[in-house]
């Protein structure tokens, strides 16, 4: 017998399919069979009331770290999976920079098995740029991708070689994945805690220059238009990096870039106090990168939203500023933080959020779903755009904590994750 779920009586909206009205969507084994206003599902059907309420393609969020192996006390599979699927995303891409490194087709393996035993949202590993992460020798990249790898990238360690970055920019073609980069120039920002600016000086910190960033950027940037290959550049944080990119978009360069929540909605302002849980790499900027940040989403210059969920135990985060790790967790304040701080805000409309969540992250890094287009996997994101909650670290599905949105009021949150017609989170 056939396992059905039916969808009904929300707002649909499927940018893929320039869909927009209020319809039920119908799953069937795990696929979506289609969309309608006048369904007759299966008697046997589980019927989802979506009453006010916004019906999406799955969230898929591709610049995650999930930690394992290696550090399994910040998280694991298992739990950041969960965590995702609480976020309402329904696929994740795991960062490599575990350790060990995810460089070889077992570790790639490795990841992929564990993605699959956690049973929440979708996990797709992404393997190594270089052995090691050393930014040496190129990885085994076509093993890799018969493992089940994505993208590669030695994210959290920028390939400071342009020959190797090159290299993995002819080589990945084959395969037809993206090279992801973490851009940052480390002769000019190894150091650094925070922004370099005013504030960094008041504070008595050193600092990372925008510049670390830019020039990085601009190497990229070229390589992919020498090479013809498709890089994708995280975590874009400068006014100058964005300007570069849409650029190289009009000339017609293999690009696509992120923006994370962070650097959407704040500036380096939040480290004031010392404050840890705003310390991440990239920096928080100034506010006028951050508009720059803001208005390369909208137009699509930075075509996709991404976390870079970087989970840290407390007692990591509880120490001198200039000793704590970078990064915070964003998977379950995602939505809230762009329906709130973002859409609210007039920058971009739901449909370009949902483009930018969901359509476009699959599309640059080739992966299913995205869509609601009948055939397409039963990957849905349910969520209610009016409910108002406070960020309560203790709510978290995580296993770590740090965040900077702690306390905060949002209005929006999900309420259905489904992975394969499958409900694998509801509050």
Known sequence: MSEALWLHGGRVIDPSQGVDATIDVLIVDGLVVTLGGDLRPPETARTVDCSGLIITPGLIDVHVHMREPGEEHKETIATGAAAAAAGGFTGVCAMPNTNPPVDDPAAVGFVAAQGRRAGAARVYPVGCISVGRAGERLALVGEMVDAGAVAITDDGSPVMDSGLMRLALEYSQSFGIPVADHPEDLGLSASGQMNEGLISGRLGLSGKPNAAEDIHIVRDLLLAELTG??????????????????????????????????????????????????KMNPPLRTSEDKEAVRDGLADGTLDTIATDHAPHHYDEKETAFADAPNGIVGLETAVGVILTKVVAEGVIDLQTMVERMSCQPARAFGLPGGSLAEGSPGDVTVFDPNVKWTVDPEDFVSKSRNSPFIGWELTGRPCYTIVGGRIVFEV
């Open 229 to 278: 290959g498709h890089i994708h550049l995280q975590h874009v944080s400068t006014r100058f990096g964005v300007e570069s990119i849409r650029q190289a978009k009009a000339r017609g360069v293999r690009v696509t870039a992120e923006a994370s929540p962070h650097h959407l909605v704040l500036t380096h302002e939040a480290v004031k106090g010392y404050l840890t849980d705003a």
